[in-house]
């Protein structure tokens, strides 16, 4: 799915219900996308990252600008033809949205869904008619050991990686993940990045991530875009992406960056060493 987006903005959505005059969550912002094609959003907390993932995945108006999806715009289009596109979306929050009393092949199945007709969909979540599906998108995780277990018994990580599960058997062109790494240990989350972007390029499947992981970006994606401050700081290939892009991005976030840094660190400049190589960022387990 190819997405365009020119001079978009848009309030968080939270905010939308307490004033008209609060300031944009995005501002300004400019993106075009080809399909197929695998990008991460980084950029430090209230950046914006999670509000232009809702605004992508139609759940979320814009207040100014043009939004195309596949040259469509999805707020122009009539109720049925809008709940369509959204068919053809997945959205993955950081929270999966998964019924506690449900079982994970139940979950996992879910993401059909879109693609069903009302009985089927009943049907399947009463009876779920394709195990071996299940089995082998959940064995991509390495949770094919959970399959039958209640998803409230697993652990925030576990829980996670189902919903990612998801992705891969949805009838999406467009996947929208939202902080996929959060609730993982390092080994798990290289380990489902890896399959997200992997899956994605064998279905040409659109894909856009939101990451604090800095590391895991660079490590894992051909294009990094920079968000703060509701706009966008950069859009560059990986390989073009340098230190001091990094450093401008997470001024006065730089714990977000690569942990926090002594006082001592800077106790002889007063001005920020914009050469300096970033450490290795440590995963975050939040």
Known sequence: MKLQLKQVRAVHPAARAVSDAVPPA???IDLQ???GE????????????????????CGLPPTGGTLQLDGVEPWRLPRRALQALRGRLFLAPQVPPLPPRQRVVTAVLAGRLPGMGLAASLRSLIYPDDIPAATAALARFDLQGKLFERVDRLSGGERQRVGLA???????????VDEPLSSLDPTRARQALATLVESARAQGVTLVTTLHQVDAALAQFPRIVGLRDGQIAFDLPTAQ???AHLARLYAQ???ELHGPVPASAF?????P??????????????
């Open 26 to 28: 995005l501002r300004c």
């Open 33 to 35: 996308v080809a399909s």
């Open 38 to 57: 695998q990008l991460a959003i980084i950029g430090p907390s209230g950046a914006g990252k999670t509000t232009l993932l809702q605004l992508l995945a």
């Open 166 to 176: 998801r992705a891969l058997l949805a009838p999406a062109r467009l996947w929208l």
């Open 241 to 243: 992406v340098t230190p």
């Open 253 to 255: 976030h730089e714990e």
């Open 267 to 271: 106790a002889s400049s007063s001005e």
């Open 273 to 286: 060493d914009l050469a300096r190589p970033p450490a290795p960022v440590a995963l975050q387990c939040r």
